[in-house]
């Protein structure tokens, strides 16, 4: 007979692709957790691992039954949050994606801050521009800039977030301060490439009308950070989002031009699965991280 603990131990044994570092985790011998996943293996009458003495790795019965107790995981944990989330005390286990920037300006500091204030509560938070499949990854909640078109997904808008065109003063005073956008053709533009996909055309407007100017520049960057520590070099002209370069603006170590003709804005969005409805944990950390943002409305709108 199959033991459903003994399907989640072996979802855990792929997840931390080590018996050890399981063992570790709940208590247990080595012995112990190779034996019941060898239990496993006899009641379905499949190998689910392949073993050696540097790594696992999933044969192909493995990787299926992996993909589907992983799902019934999720939602036993699920279950669990639910309930707990109805006691007076918070309880329970968040997982949560955010893109870098986000992270690096309020969103990780804004967690840990939330992980102080309701110290039952756990949050696993995942760092990386890449787009997660929030179901199959075992994510709880994601936030996203990226235009939104998923209608499998959840989404609460949290804030707007402006972009502005900007470079250093020493920049301007040697190659001119464009004044009108055909102008930054003229000029050393430094340039956002994200999977491949270089982000050289910048919406503006121009007499009321959206204008996707080609640019060019000697510089790119996957990375928005460094987009900015290049202009702050002198070596070009950007464009990044207000938040980023707040303070560099503010302390006129970077001079924003072209206003009249910008007004891209990107919202910044909670975002979960329908499937996963938001327990009250959950909506208390969105609650939270909204409340941040709003704090820092100066550095966004």
């Known amino acids: 007979m199959i033991k459903a603990d003994d399907m989640v131990l072996f979802v855990l044994v792929v997840d931390e692709g080590s018996f050890s570092k399981v063992a570790d985790k709940l208590a247990l011998t080595n012995s112990v957790v190779s034996k019941r996943i060898a239990r496993l293996e006899a009641n379905l009458n499949a190998q689910l691992l392949y073993r050696t003495t540097r790594k696992l790795s999933l044969t192909d019965a493995g990787r299926t039954l992996y993909h589907k107790a992983k799902l019934a995981q999720l939602a036993f944990q699920e279950a669990e949050n639910a309930v707990i989330g109805y006691g007076e005390n918070m309880k329970g286990y968040i997982r949560v994606t955010a893109p870098v920037v986000s992270s690096d300006l309020l969103l990780s500091t804004a967690i840990a801050e939330f992980c102080k204030k309701y110290p039952e509560i756990t949050v696993e938070l995942y760092i990386t521009n890449r787009l997660i499949d929030l179901v199959e990854d075992g994510f709880d909640l994601a936030i996203r800039t990226a235009e939104l078109e998923d209608s499998s997904l959840i989404v609460k808008r949290l804030i707007d977030s ?140």
């Not at 001079?255 to 909670?270: C, D, E, S, V």
């Not at 699965?273 to 327990?279: L, V």
């Open 162 to 301: 402006q972009w502005v065109i900007c470079a250093t003063q020493n920049y301007l005073n040697k190659y001119g301060t464009p004044q009108t956008p055909f102008q930054l053709q003229n000029h050393d533009c430094l340039i956002y490439k994200f999977d491949n996909t270089s982000s050289d055309l910048w919406p503006l407007f121009e007499d009321g009308a959206e204008l996707l100017l080609p640019v060019y520049g000697r510089f790119y960057s996957n990375h928005l950070s460094a987009i900015k520590h290049a202009a702050l070099s002198d070596l070009g002209i950007a464009f990044l989002p207000q938040a980023l370069v707040y303070n560099a603006l503010q302390e006129q170590r970077l001079t924003q031009i072209l206003q009249p003709f910008t007004r891209k804005r990107m919202g910044m969005y909670a975002v979960y699965p329908k499937a996963r409805q938001p327990d009250q944990k959950l909506k208390l950390l969105v609650a939270y991280l909204q409340a941040c943002l709003e704090k820092k409305e100066a550095y966004y709108c």
